[in-house]
């Protein structure tokens, strides 16, 4: 897919996104040293870590990850702006390799399949793309754990969640996802979902809800940065 990347460097121009520094390699978006200074979380090497933890008492997931810690102010914010509102799927791409590269070597690695936490069709057709699937081609890659599409499907936009509760929260959200088209048998198998951001954990929670609810199957979780 050289051609994609190609055609893709005449519409981004080949700077650091962080520090603007003119970048080397063509599949890059952060120059060595803001990629060096990421806050990585290291994460994937134990499995009770924060982002695991957010999702005990809630629904089976073995284990959970995120590539790096986001704080409010960080210039790394850009990133995932740029990847979720501005178009720019090399950031999706790059993010996910980069996750990939955690995941290596980890008990991660050990999936089956992994899939992205979809989003609306309607959405999709507006944005032109999922940004977790791009994460996930990314990390698919690096890690060569297959990816999978549309095992679950996003079926409407959820409402407002501002003024729910735990429980409200989880309900709305969990109505808007189902299984897409009918699967083959995903028992007894490892499957990661992929995101880019994790704050409450709601939306990732209802994933791996209706997952489970239909295999008896294994789930974990990695995101691009957790807040
Ligand atoms: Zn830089």
Redesign the pocket.
């Known amino acids: 897919m050289q051609w994609i990347t190609d055609l893709l460097l005449l519409f981004f121009p080949s700077n650091?996104?962080?520090?603007?520094?003119r970048l080397h390699s063509h599949r890059a978006v952060?120059?060595f040293?803001?990629?060096y200074k990421l806050p990585k979380t290291r994460f994937a090497d134990r499995i009770d870590n924060p982002v695991s933890m957010i999702f005990w008492g809630r629904e089976a997931v073995v284990a959970g990850t995120s590539l790096f810690k986001f704080e409010k102010g960080s210039v790394y914010q850009a990133l995932l702006h740029d990847l979720k509102y501005r178009g720019n799927r090399m950031a999706g791409f790059y993010l996910g390799r980069l996750l990939g590269q955690e995941l290596k070597q980890s008990v991660f690695s050990d999936c089956d399949l992994m899939i992205p936490v979809p989003i609306h069709r309607n959405r999709l057709k507006k944005r032109g793309y999922n940004q977790s699937e791009l994460i996930a081609r990314g990390a698919s890659e690096i890690t060569g754990i297959p990816l999978v599409n549309n095992l679950v499907i996003r079926k409407g936009k959820s409402k407002s969640q501002t003024s729910m509760n735990r429980q409200e929260r989880f309900d709305n959200i969990s109505a808007a996802f189902s299984l897409g088209k009918r699967p083959r048998n995903f028992k007894d198998k490892k499957i990661l979902i992929i995101d880019d951001v994790l704050t409450t954990g709601a939306t990732l929670e209802a994933c791996s809800h209706t997952l489970l609810e239909h295999f008896k199957c294994f789930v974990y979780i990695a995101t691009v940065s957790y807040a």
Do not use: T, Y
Request: net charge negative; proline share 0%; glycine share 10%.
């Open positions: 650091c996104l962080v520090c603007g520094k952060l120059c040293e803001c990629e």
